[in-house]
T-cell receptor
Framework: ELKVEQNPLFLSMQEGKNYTIYCNYSTTSDRLYWYRQDPGKSLESLFVLLSNGAVKQEGRLMASLDTKARLSTLHITAAVHDLSATYFCAFSYNTDKLIFGTGTRLQVFP | EAGVTQFPSHSVIEKGQTVTLRCDPISGHDNLYWYRRVMGKEIKFLLHFVKESKQDESGMPNNRFLAERTGGTYSTLKVQPAELEDSGVYFC????????????FGPGTRLLVL
């Protein structure tokens, strides 16, 4: 079964702290995606990771991929309130359809 | 460039009624996808169009759901008759031609079946 386990489901963190969201997927993947969704808005693409050891960074967010462990992480550095959103990981396998995790709802408080 | 748009943003209908959702992809995007998120669950794939052809409809839940993309531009997803378990958020996404492009999502249609 093609499946993604994402944890934690909810994350409440203080501004300035660091934390990591984990994404385990069930089979060899073509691509691993991270999306962000603000309430009532579209899913916004953050990162696409294509190969083992890939690391991408944008501002306070850094995503990495370990294809051998079938694990991707999204690391948040020195969180700020603007990062409050729901974060989804998803992978594709031999087709274009994306298999999503349940999402991590992140809330950053002062 | 305008993003993916979806209409309506919200729909509340009674069980047994019909609802039609519309998606306008980014101009020039040949690939169009429908996904659905039922409350508290994962976002799940429904189907994929390449231009006007259905490339993959393996995620369509049953024959109450009918998707069309006449002319290869906008797409509609009709639910007839709607059931309570059809409630959720229906997302549309699009990509340019070729495999593996980033899928650009619309804001979704929130469907509530009472």
């Amino acid at each position: 079964e093609l499946k993604v386990e994402q944890n934690p489901l909810f994350l409440s963190m203080q501004e300035g702290k660091n934390y990591t969201i984990y994404c385990n997927y069930s089979t060899t993947s073509d691509r691993l995606y991270w999306y962000r969704q603000d309430p009532g808005k579209s899913l916004e693409s953050l990162f696409v990771l294509l190969s083992n050891g890939a690391v991408k960074q944008e501002g306070r967010l850094m995503a990495s991929l370990d294809t051998k462990a079938r694990l991707s992480t999204l690391h948040i550095t020195a969180a700020v309130h603007d990062l409050s959103a729901t974060y989804f990981c998803a992978f594709s396998y031999n087709t274009d359809k994306l298999i999503f995790g349940t999402g991590t709802r992140l809330q950053v408080f002062p | 460039e305008a993003g993916v748009t979806q209409f309506p943003s919200h729909s509340v209908i009674e069980k047994g009624q019909t609802v039609t959702l519309r998606c306008d992809p980014i101009s020039g995007h040949d690939n169009l996808y429908w996904y659905r998120r039922v409350m508290g669950k994962e976002i799940k794939f429904l189907l994929h169009f390449v231009k006007e052809s259905k490339q993959d409809e393996s995620g369509m839940p049953n024959n109450r759901f009918l998707a069309e993309r006449t002319g290869g531009t906008y797409s509609t997803l009709k639910v007839q008759p709607a059931e309570l378990e059809d409630s959720g958020v229906y997302f549309c996404a699009s990509t340019r031609g070729g495999r593996g492009g980033t899928q650009y999502f619309g804001p979704g249609t929130r469907l509530l079946v009472l």
